[in-house]
């Protein structure tokens, strides 16, 4: 999905910026760039991530960085910041953002103002350039960026770097946060929460829907208020947010915990150990094992000293080799035993399905599997992060392709978890991975979970509202 983090200082700026964009790596895996402004101008570096750390392809840049503004990207698609030359001024960019109709937008941007896009390297057009390209369409930052909100589908937050300050503004409906950190002379801008507490920042506020807020060493200034209408992403707390971040002031962890805890008030099953799928389904297995009094233990450890991050390969298969390099199962603790693992959710299946073998191969007696949320039926159209799969490719959808012989036009039937049509996908999915049993969280104990209202929630991948 990617992550940005934006600092405004009265002192040098490297530092916190260098930290808190480190601290969004989890979010992205291709790009990471870092901008600053000072006296001169800017100074900007991009590098590629895929195989390394941001922090070790960042460090020797760091004495050629100096300035009391900047803003910083891990990407999970295209390079980043951007400078840029404008009627504004020069400024640099960064985006989180899934154009869903950026052929549309770049199609109009040809035809009919003749516009031209430079960053074609990747031989596609640079979803952040197109950004600026609307941006640059409105009489000052904020009308252009009030204009992107209101013309890309998908999603989209923003962070512009200028002579005056940033200008930080959330996606239009919030599907991703953008917050407010602050510490003496400073201010930040982050997506995560988890970048302030090391860094000396306390949250000042979280930025609402489509809110646009300027950022100067003199304070914050808002631009635009927030829209009534949320939809922020419910896979947050669940499987792709770090669990030391607060999103809408609710923390990750807490809610993982309240998910396991709610997925053992439904469960019958008995059971010798708990144990979550590293790392998401650690904080969900913690929930259901302090509920259910079953102890809490690790049957895999996962290899960190050389497998840091989400390295995620191209290749399906080199994908599927990783994953499993970097699980160890203990048979002291698998054989013999009835295992339940927590799991953020069950995207594809496929790797889960060689973890089950594996660990019926090493003894174990039963393993049960429980999903901290529903069935993913419907592919996102809102983030980035799943770009490079096929909704097909999708647990449930698998299963219902297995049932029906192809893909029907009512998928709600399988999204409706009373239904029989549900009960007969999560057996084909229970099946196709080997596991004694198979519960999913019901969603509305999802949202319970989570704390806020289900109208200001995406549950889009679950039960396909919009
Ligand atoms: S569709 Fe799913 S992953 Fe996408 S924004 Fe909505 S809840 Fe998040």
Redesign the pocket.
């Given at each position: 999905m990617g992550g940005f983090f934006g600092v405004v200082s009265r002192e040098d700026c490297v530092p916190d910026l260098f930290y808190g964009t480190d601290y969004h790596s989890h979010l992205g895996t291709m790009r990471g760039g870092l901008a600053v402004r000072n006296g001169q101008g800017f100074t900007r570096f991009i590098h590629d991530i895929t195989n390394s750390q941001f922090r070790s392809k960042f460090e020797s840049d760091l004495p050629r960085l100096n300035g009391t503004t900047g803003i910083g990207v891990i990407s999970d698609y295209e390079d980043q910041p951007l400078i840029v030359g404008s009627h504004h001024g020069t400024y640099a960019i960064v985006t989180v953002a899934k154009l869903d109709n950026l052929d549309e937008l770049a199609a109009a941007a040809f035809n009919r103002r003749r516009s031209h896009f430079v960053e074609m390297s990747g031989n596609e057009i640079n979803p952040t350039e197109l950004v600026a390209h609307l941006i640059d369409e409105g009489d000052t930052i904020e009308q252009g960026i009030q204009h992107a909100q209101e013309v890309i589908k998908g999603?989209c937050s923003i962070l512009v770097l200028t002579d005056e300050g940033i200008f930080a503004a959330r996606d239009y409906l919030g599907?991703h946060p953008v917050v407010l950190g602050e510490k003496s002379g400073s201010c930040a801008a982050t997506l995560e929460t988890c970048a302030l507490p090391n860094l000396g920042y306390e949250i000042h506020r979280y930025l609402g829907p489509g809110e646009i807020v300027k950022i100067t060493p003199d304070g914050v200034e808002q631009l635009a208020p927030p829209g009534e209408r949320l939809?922020i992403?419910?896979?947050?707390w669940v499987y792709y947010g770090y669990p030391a971040s607060n999103y809408e002031g609710i923390n990750v962890e807490a809610v993982r915990y309240r998910c396991g805890e709610a997925l053992a008030r439904r469960d019958d099953v008995e059971v010798d150990i708990v144990a979550g799928i590293p790392d998401s389904g650690t904080g969900h297995a913690i929930g259901y094992s302090n509920a259910a009094g079953v102890p809490h233990q690790r049957p895999f450890v996962k290899y960190t000293p050389t497998w840091p991050r989400s390295f995620m390969p191209q290749d399906q298969r080199v994908r599927d080799l990783v994953a499993r390099m970097k699980l160890i199962p203990i048979k002291e603790i698998i054989e013999g035993n009835r295992l339940l693992f927590c799991e953020d959710s069950i995207v594809r299946g496929t790797q889960l399905r060689d973890i089950i073998a594996r660990l019926f191969d090493y003894g174990a007696k039963e393993i049960h599997m429980r999903p901290a949320c529903p069935p993913?039926v419907?592919?996102?159209?809102?983030?980035n992060?799943?770009r490079s799969k096929s909704e097909l490719d999708l647990a449930g959808r698998w299963a219902i392709a297995e049932l029906e012989g192809n893909q029907p036009d009512n998928l709600e039937k399988y999204a409706d978890q009373t239904s029989d049509h549900y009960c007969a996908m999560l057996d084909v999915i229970r099946k196709r991975l080997g596991l004694t049993s198979l519960r999913y969280q019901l969603l509305d104990d999802l949202v319970e979970s989570i704390g806020l209202p289900k109208e200001k929630?995406?549950?889009?991948?679950?039960d396909g509202t919009e």
């Open positions: 999603s599907r939809q992403c419910s896979f947050l993913l419907f592919g996102c159209k809102f983030l992060f799943s929630l995406c549950t889009f991948c679950w």
